[in-house]
């Protein structure tokens, strides 16, 4: 049985093309299950299976992909 956990991360200066590049590398990782990615809010939302996936590698990801990135506490998330 797979496990659901949710993150978000803030990632600055993000515009469509760079959403799309994350979103694409996120999905293809074993466990991640749905990235949504709000361009306005300057944040990725991320669920995944802690079993199968870290949130350090998620965030190696997308710093590979050329983008910094910031762990979102439950308080500051969008939409809430």
């Not at 049985?1 to 949710?6: I, Q």
């Not at 990725?44 to 910031?70: C, S």
Request: net charge negative.
């Amino acid at each position: 049985m797979e496990k659901h956990r949710h993150i978000a991360y803030g990632v600055p200066g993000i515009d469509e093309g760079g959403g799309e590049v994350i979103s694409q590398r996120l999905q293809r990782m074993p466990g991640v299950h749905t990235v949504t990615v709000w361009l306005g809010e300057q944040q990725i939302d991320v669920d995944y299976d802690p079993d199968r996936v870290t949130p350090e590698a998620m965030e190696r990801a997308i710093l590979q992909a050329g983008y910094l990135v910031q762990f979102v506490p439950r308080s500051r998330r969008w939409p809430g």
